[in-house]
């Protein structure tokens, strides 16, 4: 049936939900394009053929094509638009380096525009603040204070902080650091957030 | 060197810098612990904390930091040996030590630049005085000027001179040794006896109490700190009781508010109260009659190993008018005519019993509907936390645990704080909350299951105590009783730990006096080993003083081990903090007693 691929497409990316970016789906693209082709071609020469010898009947093929072909063309411009809004929410989540196998999953395209948005977004937060710039990707619900209590998860060695201190980042053991030093390798799971 | 004034000279030298904080592990470091951290968050002072189980882990500790960190605080540790000696520190590393081991090493004392000690210095302390201990080098430098100048006068007068400086030489030689054994012998009398001053975690509330910060969660801590002290008897009833009247003078400034019907707190805030309850242990979240099996004052006068001891608990029991099936199910769900007048009708029984200090004045905490505990079942807890014998878990492990068992609120995971990042749009509200109840595990499930292990502990050491009493396993050596606990002895792991064993050293002795005829025997001292690790064939051996009513509770078995290793060049690990507890091999077990058998008789 017609429009099958891509929606398979659309499913593909709705069950990755939580933003993660699955791999890009070349193959399926391709085929969507691939009937989109021939859809068209038959459209063309139905139209050429409705034309020249006025058969009527042809009409109504011709509309379900062309309204097949509006449908593959939504279903695709709306899984390239979810990725990039996706691969967005990456550069908030993740900094402006992201991990390899993210990037292993994005394609040649999504990678050039994901460097031109970090462009676009790093000379805006430049643009703030005076002449300093201001980074909004931090801090991303306000914070209650400016320190905060972490222990330690695992051994992570000596992590240094904006005056040059080193500390020992020993398994178990509590510090009382800076907010945004922390953020970092709390998400990434070396650092615990301690309430109390 | 003492601090007169805890704000000036330690709190506001540490405002603008970096602190290593090391804890010992018992529960009133941990207190302690946790109102400095208090304070700390208050005022934004950042800080490292590292626990420290032994005298090897501080020097590790200390060697990790020393670079980066100029300040070191030392809960519970540090005080009772020559820490300079011991670290090797460099000029400007500053060590403030607030620790309850007394007697306090007396470089640590006179040491004016490196050393501060957080301790009053009235806390019973007897210091030696300056000039008794220490001399100074310039007299010696100058005799021998005089000398080298007398011996160039000429010839004649010289005979006379030099017999003069000769004489003049002897006479001080003659001092000097004197000295030096007056010296030896002050030295000896003050470390001779090792005991315990005002917990830690009072002097940091007081430091608290001083900036105006105090909070009733301090007040709560300081509160647990002194009963520890009390539950593990390292404290005098004297002393135990005016630092109760202390705390009640704060409990009742934080208690004064025009509370009536109409102003009230909300029932969530938490209210500590002063309570002159009874001395069964947990007893609120236990069943009565579990709880006076288990208690060691109610098992040790009623001599429950006995089977008349049992007839007896029966008769008690009846005395008061209760029946067995309410008393033997969980305390909350016994009726309510039974619980109201609770308390007076078992000490009007126990009297007739012969116990007349049933009731023991403390405090106890409530907040929300469910929760309210008293200050020796927090210290219960959070010691058999502490101590768990779990495969897996460290002892930092367990000392979070611990730590964390004494907050009050709900721990918030660092998986919902990463979960909350990668959310994106669009995502369902429900399964988002879901997500964040579900992570959550709150601080107080923690010390319910904390108490849940503290029964456990219990049951096993009045179980040990029972069966040692019975099968006369306590010996007497002479000088000290003696008793051994093998290593097929049901949950012998748990005793492992050292302030499980000391536990089960007083109970037993309590016991054994209770038990015993012999008069000379009950005033004997208790040294216990147990089993600490089987692979490497270790055992841990504690000594405890005489169990008396007015005990001083100093403890001279620091130095007897000491000697007693010396002499016999056992393979000890004298790495607790309280020096009466020690590592030792299996094999030189013997030969390590019967010097110590020789040494005390």
Redesign the interface.
């Known amino acids: 049936m017609f429009c099958e691929k891509a929606i398979e497409l659309i499913r593909e990316l709705h069950r990755m939900s939580d933003g993660q970016l699955p791999a890009f789906n070349e193959d399926g693209l391709r085929q969507v394009l691939q009937e989109m082709e021939a859809l068209y071609e038959q459209n063309q020469s139905d139209v050429n053929e409705a034309k020249s010898e006025g058969r009527a009947k042809l009409i109504p093929s011709i509309k379900l094509r062309h309204c097949c072909l509006l449908r593959n063309q939504r279903c695709v411009t709306a899984y390239l638009y979810d990725r990039l809004l996706r691969i967005r929410a990456l550069r908030w989540e993740y900094g402006s380096v992201l991990p390899a196998n993210v990037r292993f999953h994005m394609c040649a395209e999504e990678l050039q525009w994901f460097s031109q948005y970090k462009k676009s977004l790093a000379s805006f937060m430049r643009s703030l603040g005076g002449n300093e710039g201001l980074d909004i990707t931090q801090d991303m619900k306000p914070p209650k204070s400016l320190y905060i209590e972490v222990r330690c998860l695992k051994d992570h060695g000596e992590f240094e902080i904006d005056d040059g201190t080193v500390i020992l980042l020993k398994k178990n053991s509590q510090h009382f650091l800076p907010r945004w030093k922390c953020e970092q390798l709390i998400r990434q799971g070396v650092l615990e957030h301690v309430v109390s | 060197m003492f601090i007169a004034d805890i704000r000036k000279d330690f709190y506001e030298v540490v405002a603008n810098q970096?602190v290593v904080l090391l804890v010992a592990p018992d529960i009133d470091a941990l207190c302690a612990c946790?109102i400095l951290?208090?304070l700390?968050?208050c005022d934004?002072?950042?800080?490292?904390?590292?626990?420290v189980t032994g005298w090897q882990e501080l020097g590790t500790a200390f060697l990790?930091?020393k670079?980066?960190f100029r300040y070191f605080v030392l809960i519970n540790c540090g005080a009772n040996v020559d820490l300079l000696e011991m670290l090797q520190p460099d000029d400007d590393s500053i060590f403030f030590i607030c620790d309850t081991h007394r007697p306090v090493d007396v470089v640590n004392v006179y040491n004016d630049t490196q050393i501060k000690l957080l301790i009053k210095q009235d806390d019973d302390l007897s210091v030696p005085s300056y000039d008794d201990i220490f001399r100074d080098e310039d007299e010696e430098g100058e005799d021998s000027g005089n000398e080298s100048d007398e011996g160039s006068e000429p010839s004649g007068k010289r005979r006379r001179f030099d017999e003069g400086a000769v004489e003049r030489r002897i006479e001080r030689q003659r001092a000097k040794r004197e000295w030096e054994a007056r010296r030896r012998e002050i030295l000896f009398d003050y470390e001779q006896y090792e005991y315990h001053g005002t917990s830690a975690a009072m002097m940091f509330f007081e430091l608290a109490w001083v900036l105006t910060k105090d909070t009733k969660d301090m007040l709560w801590w300081a509160i647990i700190g002194l009963t520890d002290q009390w539950v593990h008897d390292k404290i005098t009833n004297m002393k135990y009781v005016t630092d109760i009247a202390t705390m009640q003078r704060h409990v009742s400034r934080h208690n004064h508010r025009n509370e009536d019907e109409e102003n009230s707190l909300s029932i969530d805030c938490m209210r500590i109260s002063f309570e002159y309850d009874l001395r069964l242990t947990l007893y609120q979240h236990w069943s009565l009659y579990e709880s006076i099996y288990n208690s060691c004052y109610t098992s040790c006068s009623f001599k429950l190993w006995t089977l008349n001891g049992q007839k007896k608990l029966q008769e008690f029991l009846a005395d008061m008018g209760l029946p067995l099936k309410q008393v033997r199910q969980k305390f909350n769900s016994m009726d309510m005519s039974i619980k109201e007048n609770l308390r007076d009708v078992i000490e009007e029984s126990s009297n007739k019993y012969g116990m007349k200090d049933i009731r023991i004045q403390t405090f106890g905490v409530h907040f929300g509907f469910k929760n309210r505990f008293l200050a020796s079942d927090m210290v219960h807890a959070t010691a058999a936390l502490l101590e768990s014998a779990e495969k897996d878990d460290?002892e930092?492990?367990n000392?979070?645990k611990a730590l964390?068992a004494l907050?009050r609120?709900?721990?918030?995971?660092?998986f919902t704080?990463?979960r909350?990042?990668?959310?994106?749009?669009p995502?369902k509200m429900s399964s988002f909350f879901f997500l964040l109840f579900s992570l959550c595990r709150s601080n107080i499930d923690r010390l319910h299951s904390g108490i849940a292990l503290a029964k456990k502990k219990l049951i096993a050491i009045q179980q040990t105590v029972a069966s040692c009493i019975c099968t006369n396993l306590i010996l007497s050596q002479g000088p000290f009783l003696y008793c051994y606990l093998m290593e097929g002895t049901p949950d012998v792991k748990l005793f492992s730990k050292p302030m499980a064993l000391t536990l089960l050293c007083k109970y037993l002795l309590k016991a054994f006096v209770h038990s015993t005829r012999n008069k000379r025997c009950k005033l004997l001292p208790l040294v216990m080993a147990a089993p600490k690790d089987v692979e490497k064939g270790t055992v841990i051996v504690v000594g405890i003083p005489p169990e008396s009513e007015t005990s001083d509770k100093k403890n001279f078995f620091g130095r007897a081990f000491e000697k007693a290793a010396e002499s016999t060049s056992s393979r000890t690990l004298h790495d607790h903090f309280d020096t009466s507890i020690i590592e030792l091999k299996t094999e030189d077990r013997s030969k390590f007693l019967d010097a110590l058998i020789t040494l005390l008789s």
Do not use: M
């Not at chain 2, 909350?420 to 749009?425: A, D, G, K, R």
């Open positions: 970096r946790k951290q208090a700390f968050h934004q002072i950042q800080y490292t904390l590292v626990p990790e930091h670079e980066q460290s930092t492990d000392f979070i964390d907050s609120c709900a721990k918030e995971t660092k704080l990463q909350l990042n990668l959310l994106t749009f995502l």
